[in-house]
């Protein structure tokens, strides 16, 4: 069994890098990518304390893009290497981004009469804190009564305090992670469209941009999803990828390796795949 996108507290996970391999390492995984938004900071750690024992660490990162004007992921794995100096470099640039919403977000909350600090958001979210810090913030603070009604009211692309951010498009992103040797998926396909359609039609035209995968299996599919996509996959000549998105306390439904109520257990065969480039040739 392996998990192909996590995240820690490097960006809005609850565990540290050392307590998420611990934890894939007690889960009986084989294999762990650490997929941290806009940042590789989790991976650097945990593949530098040497604890992982016998399971594999994959680098990955989740990239925020815009695509057709609205908010889409991408995940870029870096399966056989590490990602290059120019990558590293443009990551930068998006994390200087997220820290500028971050003080807009701040100032914007302040003017709506909410009580919190800058301070307060990088205390608990670290390095690169990003919304669910601030839900939670709101809802200690009995602003709120659960992370998804601040998120609702507050801080989703419909909230009224919401401040967007300067995001890459896809096709820039897709070409920088090919560029640096990396594998690109689409992460959470049903978030994009739940209309099989309109999903292909994108998925279509994410391909002629570079696209090389799809996450088949998430926690949020159920098993009608997980056959539409790897059908749709199948044709397209994508490869599949899959993983729970664990965040840890602040998802408590989704476990690591097995996601929600145990719909996940991906093979390894998947990563192995990965590797030796099936699915790339589409069946149009």
Known sequence: MIDLHSHTTESDGTLTPQELV?????AGLEALAITDHDTFAGFDQAATNGAAGALELICGIELSTKFRNRSVHLLGYF???RPSQEFRDWIQHLQDARHRRNRELVAKL??????????????LGGTLPGRPHFATILVS??????????????LSETGNCYIS??????????????????????PHPIRVSRDPRVLERYLREMRELGLRGIEVYHS????????????LATRLGLAMTGGSDFHGAIKPQIELG????????????VLDQLRSGIGISARD
Request: glycine share 8%; hydrophobic share 30%; charged share 30%.
């Open 22 to 26: 611990e934890a894939a390492v007690k």
């Open 79 to 81: 399966l056989d290497n």
């Open 258 to 269: 097995t996601g929600r109520g145990g719909n996940l257990n991906i093979p390894r065969s």
């Open 165 to 186: 951010r300067d995001e890459p498009s896809f096709a820039e992103a897709v070409r920088r992670v090919n560029e640096s040797r990396g594998f690109p998926s689409l």
């Open 110 to 123: 302040q003017g709506q009469g909410f009580n919190l600090t800058l301070d307060e958001v990088y205390r």
């Open 141 to 154: 603070k009995g602003y709120f009564p659960s992370i998804q009604q601040a998120f609702d009211e507050c």
């Open 220 to 231: 949020d599919h159920s098993a009608a999803d997980t056959e539409l996509h790897r059908d």
